[in-house]
Nanobody, 122 residues
């Protein structure tokens, strides 16, 4: 079992930046691929970014490629999502997730955090 707690969400103006963090507890963190998802009001949850257990490989949704960066610090059991050049359409609740495989960065994911809201004003 893995417990995930996100933090770092908030209100930011368009063009600004935020860094989300997700702290994990439970088993060996590097055994899990990690991902970020988001869900905007009235929309389905969508994949944002994923990273392998070692951090050597990442994958991004086209909508965030070049603006968002996923990274992890296995010594701190934490995964990050650096979000730059934010747009109003990035407004959503952002969720951290863990997959029970170090390589399954595209999912499916098995464990989920409670989410942290991000609002981008125009």
């Amino acid at each position: 079992q893995v417990q995930l707690v996100e933090s770092g969400g908030g209100l930011v103006q368009a063009g600004g930046s935020l860094r989300l963090s997700c702290a994990a507890s439970g088993r060996t963190f590097s055994n899990y691929a990690m991902g970020w998802f988001r869900q905007a009001p009235g929309k389905e949850r969508e994949f944002v970014a994923g990273i392998t257990g070692s951090g050597s490989t990442t994958y991004y949704a086209d909508s965030v490629k070049g603006r968002f960066t996923i990274s992890r610090d296995n010594a701190k059991n934490t995964v990050y999502l650096q979000m730059n050049s934010l747009k109003p359409e990035d407004t959503a609740v952002y969720y951290c997730a863990a997959a029970s495989s170090a390589y399954r960065l595209r999912g499916p994911y098995d464990y989920w955090g409670q989410g942290t809201p991000v609002t981008v004003s125009s």
